[in-house]
């Protein structure tokens, strides 16, 4: 897996606009890293599976039932889209090996992201990688491609064609211009520090504990954070969710408008689903131990 570096610096975290949880805008500061230049394969990750025979959370048997994950299941015609249960199931033997349910596999989707992974799996590659999550800064600034206070990595425009999302009507006509469901790494051009799918193809997981707005990080007034992060949930709560970033190709300018930088949702963290992946991070102490 090649990764770039990032050189870190202070940008304008969240967005102002869009939805509630994106604000409001602050200044915040990142030390240099490295992040992986597009997220996790299904290859790189069933080398992972292969060196260390780690089972992840939608193979693991449940008490509630048979083992299996998140799947879209596209309606036939419209619905209405205030229950976004009519277009999500929980399928069993869904998982990173068969994306779809049984009968399904990844023969042909080796450089596609693995998908269906768990806050838990993604920690245990990035462990067994020799490296981390993101946290959710430095997931935003490296996503930015150094454009501050713009809308997309490449700039104010939605732009069709730039990245991997839905086109068509949401959640039943998809016209599939940009191919069905998720792509191969690589397939849309990178944001100007080379990396690929910072937004659309699959939301991605980051280390942070989700918080509604920028003032999770505690900010006092006139200060920039510092390499803020969240390493624990809002009061005591039993269904931790943590922060998921870039949107996917369910995402749309006509439905859930967040394949942006600055977009953000809670997910929680043993749910997997076919529409969520990760990359993976390495900060200069980690290099250097």
Same mark, same amino acid.
């Not at 992986?36 to 509630?64: K, W």
């Not at 999770?216 to 920039?224: K, Q």
């Given at each position: 897996?090649?990764?770039?570096?990032?050189?870190?610096?202070?940008?304008?975290?969240?967005?102002?606009?869009?939805?509630?949880?994106?604000?409001?805008?602050?200044?915040?500061?990142?030390? $240099?890293?490295?992040?992986?230049?597009?997220?996790?394969?299904?290859?790189?990750?069933?080398?992972?599976?292969?060196? +260390?025979? @780690?089972?992840?959370?939608?193979?693991?048997? +449940?008490?509630?039932?048979?083992?299996?994950?998140?799947?879209?299941?596209?309606?036939?015609?419209?619905?209405?889209?205030?229950?976004?249960?009519?277009?999500?199931?929980?399928?069993?033997?869904?998982?990173?090996?068969?994306?779809? $349910?049984?009968?399904?596999?990844?023969?042909?989707?080796?450089?596609?992201?693995?998908?269906?992974?768990? @806050?838990?799996?993604?920690?245990?590659?990035?462990?067994?990688? $020799?490296?981390?999550?993101?946290?959710?800064?430095?997931?935003?600034?490296?996503?930015?491609?150094?454009?501050? $206070?713009?809308?997309?990595?490449?700039?104010?425009?939605?732009?069709?064609?730039?990245?991997?999302?839905?086109?068509?009507?949401?959640?039943?006509?998809?016209?599939?211009?940009?191919?069905?469901?998720?792509?191969?790494?690589?397939?849309?051009?990178?944001?100007?520090?080379?990396?690929?799918?910072?937004?659309?193809?699959?939301?991605?997981?980051?280390?942070?504990?989700?918080?509604?707005?920028?003032?999770?990080?505690?900010?006092?007034?006139?200060?920039?954070?510092?390499?803020?992060?969240?390493?624990?949930?809002?009061?005591?709560?039993?269904?931790?969710?943590?922060?998921?970033?870039?949107?996917? @190709?369910?995402?749309? +300018?006509? @439905?859930?408008?967040?394949?942006?930088?600055?977009?953000?949702?809670?997910?929680?963290?043993?749910?997997?689903?076919?529409?969520?992946?990760?990359?993976?991070?390495?900060?200069?102490?980690?290099?250097?131990?």
């Amino acid at each position: 897996m090649e990764m770039a570096w990032i050189p870190g610096g202070t940008f304008a975290m969240g967005a102002e606009g869009f939805y509630p949880e994106e604000a409001p805008v602050c200044k915040v500061a990142v030390d $240099g890293y490295w992040i992986d230049s597009h997220p996790v394969t299904n290859a790189e990750f069933a080398l992972f599976v292969q060196e +260390t025979g @780690y089972l992840t959370v939608a193979e693991r048997p +449940t008490d509630q039932g048979p083992p299996g994950s998140m799947v879209f299941v596209q309606p036939p015609g419209p619905v209405p889209l205030r229950d976004w249960r009519v277009w999500w199931e929980l399928r069993p033997g869904a998982s990173w090996r068969q994306p779809f $349910g049984p009968g399904s596999d990844i023969r042909k989707r080796s450089a596609h992201p693995v998908v269906h992974v768990a @806050y838990e799996d993604a920690a245990a590659y990035a462990a067994w990688a $020799g490296k981390d999550l993101p946290t959710e800064a430095e997931w935003e600034f490296a996503a930015r491609g150094g454009l501050d $206070g713009v809308s997309y990595p490449w700039g104010d425009d939605p732009e069709p064609g730039r990245a991997n999302i839905w086109q068509g009507i949401f959640p039943w006509l998809d016209r599939s211009e940009d191919g069905h469901g998720t792509s191969p790494v690589g397939a849309f051009a990178a944001n100007a520090y080379g990396l690929f799918d910072v937004v659309g193809n699959v939301w991605e997981w980051t280390s942070d504990y989700y918080r509604s707005g920028n003032a999770r990080f505690g900010e006092v007034e006139g200060e920039i954070p510092e390499n803020p992060r969240v390493d624990s949930p809002p009061g005591a709560s039993v269904f931790a969710s943590r922060v998921v970033k870039g949107g996917s @190709y369910l995402c749309s +300018t006509g @439905y859930d408008h967040r394949f942006r930088p600055a977009a953000r949702q809670p997910e929680a963290i043993d749910n997997g689903s076919c529409h969520v992946g990760f990359r993976c991070v390495r900060r200069p102490a980690q290099a250097s131990g």
